[in-house]
């Protein structure tokens, strides 16, 4: 079992390679990004029904092109505190998840805990077949088996009106944590900010 007492040298030590292998599902596979992605990446993130609900507007070609790259580089930085995944179907990519962790301090018992901020994307022609489910399910199970700390806390935040989102936090075994009323500006509006979370400790 990882200790969190190891020091940020020794964490650095052992890190080895931080990429990941491919993970395989029943019907998907997880994998790390190449630059041959962009053009898939970029017909996920372009399109207006994924991005009604994201702080951003629908990508261009050039921001997908980044953006991969930034997944590129992220995924070998050690320690590793970002991970994004391609999911593919049948080879081809239908969505992507990613996870943002942060160490927390201390708390009385001296445990450390992982704070996890929890994402994912699917092309809407793929959705309402249990793809996100499956995809985050393993997410969470192998991020779990990494991570360097007591506690992790995994969290998902999402504009309430995006049902698809919480009913996946539900699904994931995630509890209603906390709602904001008028959170942030995002795109011109005054929006609302729901945030699920669920804590693993003991077995990570
Ligand atoms: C969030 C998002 C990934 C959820 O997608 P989804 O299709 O609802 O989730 P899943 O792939 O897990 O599919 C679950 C649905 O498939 C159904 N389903 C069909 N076959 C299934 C199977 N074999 N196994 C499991 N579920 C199945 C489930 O009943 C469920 O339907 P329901 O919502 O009507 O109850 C999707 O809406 C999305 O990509 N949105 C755009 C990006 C976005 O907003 N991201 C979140 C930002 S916070």
């Known amino acids: 079992m990882p200790s969190a007492r190891r020091t940020p040298a020794e964490r650095r030590a052992n890190c080895g390679s931080a990429r990941w292998g491919s993970i395989v599902t029943p019907r998907l596979v997880l994998r790390e990004f190449t630059m041959a992605d962009i053009e898939a990446y970029y017909e996920l993130e372009s399109n207006e ?20 790259l930034a997944n590129i580089q992220g995924s070998s930085a050690c320690p590793r505190s970002t991970w994004e995944l ?18 927390l301090e201390h708390d009385s018992s001296n445990r450390t805990t992982n704070h996890v901020d929890l994402w994912f994307s699917f092309l ?23 991570q360097d700390a007591d506690v992790m806390e995994l969290e998902i935040e999402c504009d309430p009106r995006n049902t698809g989102s ?8 995630f509890e209603r944590h906390s709602l904001t009323r008028r959170a942030w500006e ?12 669920k804590v693993m400790e003991g077995g990570i």
């Open 86 to 103: 391609v999911v593919e179907c049948a080879g081809r990519m239908i969505g992507r998840v990613g996870a943002a962790s942060t160490q």
């Open 124 to 146: 809407p022609a793929f959705h309402g077949k249990g793809y996100a489910t499956e995809a985050m399910e393993v997410f969470i199970e192998v991020l779990s088996q990494g």
């Open 166 to 173: 919480w009913k996946l936090a539900q699904r994931l075994g």
């Open 49 to 68: 029904e994924n991005a009604r609900y994201q702080d951003w507007l629908p990508r261009t070609m050039d921001q997908a092109r980044e953006l991969v």
């Open 186 to 197: 995002s795109k011109g509006e005054w929006v609302d900010s729901l945030v699920y979370r």
